[in-house]
Nanobody, 126 residues
Framework: QVQLVESGGGSVQAGGSLRLSCAVS????????MGWFRRAPGKQREWVSS???????QYASSVKGRFTISQDNAKRTLSLEMKNLTPEDTAMYFC????????????????????WGQGTQVTVSS
């Protein structure tokens, strides 16, 4: 089992920055595949970024170059550094985790992930 708790959301003006964190509670020997998703008002939840068990990172085209995903395995924390934010980044942000899988990781898909946090709200004003 994995429990995820996000924090770090808030309100910021366009061009500003925020750092989201996700506290990961899991067995000490587990290394889940981690991801960030977001759901904007009136829209479906969309994939933002992922980090593999080996540390390889992936980003949606809309955030590439502005967002950075990272994880601190010692502190069991997943982070998302967000810079140059725009109103289009306004959304509820969720972290997600998957333990074990076969084949290629379908990390952009919601159904790839088994565990989800409750989300943290990010609001960017113009």
């Amino acid at each position: 089992q994995v429990q995820l708790v996000e924090s770090g959301g808030g309100s910021v003006q366009a061009g500003g920055s925020l750092r989201l964190s996700c506290a990961v509670s899991a067995n000490a020997d587990s290394r889940p595949y981690m991801g960030w998703f977001r759901r904007a008002p009136g829209k479906q939840r969309e994939w933002v970024s992922s980090i593999s068990t080996s540390g390889a990172t992936q980003y949606a085209s809309s955030v590439k170059g502005r967002f950075t995903i990272s994880q601190d395995n010692a502190k069991r924390t997943l982070s998302l550094e967000m810079k140059n934010l725009t109103p289009e980044d306004t959304a509820m942000y969720f972290c997600a985790a998957r333990l074990g899988f076969f084949g290629l990781p379908r990390y952009t898909r919601e159904d790839f992930y088994t565990f989800w946090g409750q989300g943290t709200q990010v609001t960017v004003s113009s």
